[in-house]
């Protein structure tokens, strides 16, 4: 097969962009059963997913200030779902990390929303079902590309 053409490549994106914000924005209303706000597990997701991180470096990951990284950290903290840390070579360093807790509040939003996704996929077809699985490995592919 070639290449494809820059009007169509721009036709896929648009409609794949459009699709996937659409699809994400239904599966998040799960996200309401977990009591933590958007902002709050957008900024543990990096946590659990990334792994510790020093303020600077998780508002820079979620594109805010650091005012507000530091607000919502503070909310993270009083629920217990993350703790800040001194770095163990340079005291001066700060990391915040995934409590226990905080783990499991992730893990159980993404079973919900993996879970009501699954449940609309048994609605359809096997072919349906088989070409999403191979547009899914294509998504992943251009995921690591960067």
């Known amino acids: 097969m070639g290449r494809v053409s820059r009007g169509k490549s ?3 994106a648009d409609r ?11 599966l998040r209303k ?3 059963e977990s009591g933590v706000g958007p902002a709050q597990l957008s ?3 990096v946590l659990v ?3 510790p ?6 508002a820079q990951a979620e594109q805010v200030r650091p005012p507000t990284m530091t607000r919502i950290v503070a909310g993270l903290q009083r629920g217990g779902l993350v703790r800040r840390e001194r770095d163990s070579e340079d005291r001066r360093v700060v990391r915040v990390r995934a409590t226990p807790k905080g783990v499991r509040v992730m893990q159980g939003g ?5 879970a009501t996704l699954a449940a609309q996929l048994r609605r359809l077809d096997a072919r349906t079902v088989a070409l999403l699985s191979r547009a899914a ?5 251009l995921s690591r590309r960067g």
């Open 137 to 141: 490995e294509a998504m992943e592919g």
């Open 53 to 58: 991180k020093t303020l600077g470096e998780l």
């Open 16 to 26: 794949l962009h459009s699709a996937a914000i659409h699809l994400l924005r239904r």
């Open 49 to 51: 997913f990334a792994g």
């Open 43 to 45: 900024a543990l997701s």
């Open 30 to 32: 799960r996200d309401l």
């Open 10 to 12: 721009l036709e896929v």
């Open 110 to 114: 993404r079973r919900r929303r993996v």
